[in-house]
């Protein structure tokens, strides 16, 4: 690589246009015949010598600047970057001979998102349908057929659309009877809206900690954390990876308490051969932009059993009698989801096991490209009875650097995400903490890796050598 950014300072301006031109980088690296660095010129500094009468057959040596910039060999990231600026985007790193054995560049113009949704099966087609019926509230045909669809793909008997997947899982709450005075079993390692949730719900929530292989709830610290006034559990089926439900609903079973699946990253996960959201009492899905399967904002419970159905369904809509309308028994909410999103709903799931296909193909290919570096840890995947999907591709990284990774992959225009913080480090969840050792150990290390694809090379590649490049550590 560095080679199509050298020239000797005996070349001509046109030559050196001519490397500036086929290397792309806007610049060239000027040395001598030791292969000193000279200095470095660019395709702007070039164009206003031709504008002041200089030809092209100039000699190179004559026109360089005394002032360029260059990085030294083992420089500190910060340091190099700090050379860089609107003008300077590429610099040549030296040694302690001066002689040219690398380049630092900062590139923002390319930008690779973690994840987008993929919208391109029925969606539009429904969503306008949806549009042109004018059933574009919370009644309409989509809403049903989502319904029916996505239980049935969760095998489970009922679902009821809502909004997101955090009034799902406050939905759930509800429509068990859990309130003041309850506590409700949590990991310390999720989304924030898992305890949110609780906390709305008036219950005390009770943070407990995860499995180190798995990155999910504890089974041995739910048992542990149970009191008399324990109502429920909340396994979260964390970064597309499966709980241990077998020993979770024996634990369940024992004191009598609720489950609630929280399979907001995780739809199409299965323990043994029960697809997540129908081993629990009630489970809650979540179809934001950046989930498995999207309806824009929107969620869903599943349940299988017919009066939790019932009490879902009353509570969603006001409470409001289904004999009597206008008729309220209790004190319900509007957490309905709209036939638009339901429309888009449908199409997605028209294609869930292709899109499960083509996450797990993400993952993949990831683990072809990083998998001999022993600083990356994959999720693991291959447990006996889980059998995780592919939300975000999620590693652990094994060297303590994970903060410096972010932000060489930030400064190369490629977004990735850290693991969520442990709920029990922030000031106003702390007070909940029952025992959190191994959450902070993964968070700490825990990245989420865009979506990319073996088509990809180009960000692959950038992607490896981010993590092996040492050149300016
Ligand atoms: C996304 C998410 C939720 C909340 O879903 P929204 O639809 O964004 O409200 C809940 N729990 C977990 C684990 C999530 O990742």
């Not at 959201?277 to 824009?296: A, Q, R, V, W």
């Not at 009597?324 to 028209?350: C, D, F, P, S």
């Amino acid at each position: 690589m560095i080679k199509h950014l050298l020239c000797k300072d005996s070349s001509t301006l046109k030559e050196v246009l001519e490397v500036i031109d086929s290397n792309g980088k806007g610049t060239a690296f000027i040395i001598d015949i030791n292969d000193k660095l000279k200095g470095v010129i660019t395709d702007g500094d070039i164009r206003r010598l031709i504008i002041n009468g200089f030809g092209t057959d100039e000699i190179v040596l004559n026109h360089l600047s005394k002032n360029f910039v260059f990085g030294k060999n083992k420089e500190p990231y910060e340091q190099l970057i700090q050379k860089i600026n609107k003008k300077i985007k590429i610099i040549p790193i030296v040694d302690n001979n001066l002689r040219v054995v690398d380049f630092f560049e900062v590139r923002n113009e390319i930008r690779v998102p973690v994840t987008a949704p993929d919208l391109t099966g029925n969606e539009l087609k429904y969503l306008t349908d949806a549009f042109l019926s004018t059933w574009i509230s919370s009644s309409g045909n989509y809403i049903n057929r989502f319904e029916t669809d996505f239980s049935s793909f969760c095998q489970s008997k009922y679902g009821v659309a809502v909004s997101n997947g955090t009034v799902a899982l406050h939905l759930a709450l509800e429509a068990l009877g859990i309130g003041q005075g309850d506590e409700v079993i949590v990991p310390d390692l999720t989304f924030a809206a898992t305890i949110n949730a609780v906390i709305h719900a008036n219950a005390t929530p009770v943070i407990v900690d995860i499995e180190l292989d798995s990155w999910c709830i504890n089974p041995s610290e739910i048992e542990k954390a149970i009191t008399s006034r324990t109502k429920a559990i909340i396994p979260v089926h964390l970064y597309g990876q499966v709980c241990d439900m077998e020993a979770i609903m024996k634990i369940a079973k024992k004191y009598n308490l609720y489950v609630i699946e929280d399979c907001a990253e995780a739809h199409g996960a299965q323990f043994k051969n029960m697809k997540v959201g129908s081993i629990g009492h009630i489970g809650c899905f979540s179809f934001f932009g950046n989930k498995i399967i999207t309806t824009g904002e929107g969620g869903m419970c599943t349940t299988n059993d017919n009066k939790i159905y019932e009490r879902l369904k009353l509570l969603r809509d006001h409470g409001m009698s289904s004999q009597k309308k206008y008729w309220h028994e209790v004190v319900g909410y509007n957490y309905r989801m709209t036939n638009l999103q339901a429309a888009i709903g449908v199409a997605q799931l028209e294609r869930i096991e292709s899109i499960l296909e083509k996450r797990k193909k993400i993952e993949a290919y990831y683990r072809k490209i990083l998998h001999d570096l022993s600083i990356i840890k994959f999720q693991k995947d291959d447990f006996k009875d889980r059998k995780k999907v592919t939300w975000l591709v999620s590693i652990l990284i094994e060297d303590s650097n994970r903060d410096r990774y972010i932000k060489k992959f930030k400064e190369a225009g490629i977004d990735v995400r850290p693991f969520f913080y442990p709920l029990s480090e922030m000031e106003i969840y702390k007070k909940f903490v029952f025992t959190n050792t191994n959450s902070k150990i993964v968070s700490q290390k825990g990245l989420n890796l865009p979506d990319i694809f073996d088509n990809n090379k180009n960000i692959g590649d950038k992607i490896r050598h981010i993590f092996t490049g040492d050149f300016y550590e």
